[in-house]
Nanobody
Framework: QVQLVESGGGLVQAGGSLRLSCAASGRTFSIYAMGWFRQAPGKEREFVARIIKSGGRTNYADSVKGRFTISRDNAENTVYLQMNSLKPEDTAVYYC??????????????WGQGTQVTVSS
């Protein structure tokens, strides 16, 4: 089992920045990739960013490229999402997820409880 706990959400004005953290515990050695997803009210959950635990390769949704950066600290079993130039449309509950398999398409086996990000205009 892997447990994920997100933190760092909050209220910020448009153009501002926030950094989300996701602390993993449990069988963290089994994690292959970690990702961030978000879900806005009335919308489906969508992919934001992903990082491969070994090697650090990253992928981003087009909507956040150039504004968001995902990174990891393997020693601390923590993944971060640095969000800059925030827009009102970034408002959502942000979820951290962990996947155990390298097979494509990636499947995320564990999810955090989510943290709210609200961007005011």
């Amino acid at each position: 089992q892997v447990q994920l706990v997100e933190s760092g959400g909050g209220l910020v004005q448009a153009g501002g920045s926030l950094r989300l953290s996701c602390a993993a515990s449990g069988r963290t050695f089994s994690i292959y990739a970690m990702g961030w997803f978000r879900q806005a009210p009335g919308k489906e959950r969508e992919f934001v960013a992903r990082i491969i635990k070994s090697g650090g390769r990253t992928n981003y949704a087009d909507s956040v490229k150039g504004r968001f950066t995902i990174s990891r600290d393997n020693a601390e079993n923590t993944v971060y999402l640095q969000m800059n130039s925030l827009k009102p449309e970034d408002t959502a509950v942000y979820y951290c997820a962990a996947g155990l398999s390298s097979n494509w398409p990636y499947v995320y086996d564990y999810w955090g409880q989510g943290t709210q990000v609200t961007v005011s205009s």
